[in-house]
Nanobody, 116 residues
Framework: QVQLVESGGGLVQPGGSLRLSCAAS????????MNWHRQAPGKERELVAR????????NFADSVKGRFTISRDNAKNTVYLQMNSLKPEDTAVYYC?????????WGQGIQVTVSS
């Protein structure tokens, strides 16, 4: 069955870095656009970063541009989110998402907390 498993979250101090990974299985990963979303307490889920199926095109929310990068390894069926210069407002549950119309798969989410 389809699985998206996030890892790499946790507690980090402001200004620090984390790298999230999302390991995919159960579908043809290389054909899917991969997205990272996040949801902070009391806020709506927002798209943070997107990478196309081949990995040649990326998009970022304005709030993370210049600080976050997204990459993928189609040989390992894994997508990454490198988060640098983290701020307290980056605190949220981060979700991995695979999209290829009409299919839309989600991971369970992983907590990222930025706090001193």
């Amino acid at each position: 069955q389809v699985q998206l498993v996030e890892s790499g979250g946790g507690l980090v101090q402001p200004g620090g870095s984390l790298r999230l990974s999302c390991a995919a299985s159960g579908f043809t990963f290389r054909l899917y656009t991969m997205n990272w979303h996040r949801q902070a307490p009391g806020k709506e889920r927002e798209l943070v970063a997107r990478i196309n199926s081949a990995g040649g095109s990326t998009n970022f929310a304005d709030s993370v541009k210049g600080r976050f990068t997204i990459s993928r390894d189609n040989a390992k069926n894994t997508v990454y989110l490198q988060m640098n210069s983290l701020k307290p407002e980056d605190t949220a549950v981060y979700y991995c998402n695979a999209a290829r119309s009409p299919f839309d798969y989600w991971g369970q989410g992983i907590q990222v907390t930025v706090s001193s």
